[in-house]
């Protein structure tokens, strides 16, 4: 599985990105999904998942409220929309999908990464 991660760009706190993931090649519509983001000078962390099979999502606590996954399993893509964007969630965002949601949760050991896309959020 092949995945492209866009949508990343500067915005202003308070406001609205969506980022979006496809798989450029192979289906992950039996893939377990989710994002990770790393700032700079700092690890991977997780930020949310989404479970195939059950639907069940999962969020960092950081954006427990303000972040939503998504999938459109017809057009083979992911969508991480994020509201109320604060300065510190400015980071390179990483679409990920693996056959093992315990993977992805336990992060970042997922089986396939995304090229990351730039996301910044201004004061």
């Known amino acids: 599985v092949q995945l492209q991660a866009s949508g990343g760009g500067l915005v202003q706190a308070g406001g609205s990105l969506r980022l979006s993931c496809a798989a450029s090649?192979?289906?992950?519509?039996?893939?377990?999904m989710g994002w990770f983001r790393q700032a700079p000078g700092k690890e991977r962390e997780f930020v949310a998942a989404?479970?195939?099979?059950?639907?069940?999502?999962y969020y960092a606590d950081s954006v427990k409220g303000r972040f939503a996954i998504s999938r459109d399993n017809a057009m083979h893509t992911m969508y991480l929309q994020m509201r109320t964007l604060k300065p510190e969630d400015t980071a390179i965002y990483y679409c990920?999908?693996?056959?093992?949601?315990?993977?992805?949760?336990?992060?970042?050991?997922?089986?396939?990464w995304g090229q990351g896309t730039q996301v910044t959020v201004s004061s």
């Open positions: 090649s192979g289906d992950f519509s039996n893939y377990h």
């Open positions: 990920v999908v693996d056959r093992d949601l315990g993977d992805i949760l336990r992060g970042p050991v997922a089986d396939y």
């Open positions: 989404l479970s195939w099979s059950s639907g069940s999502t």
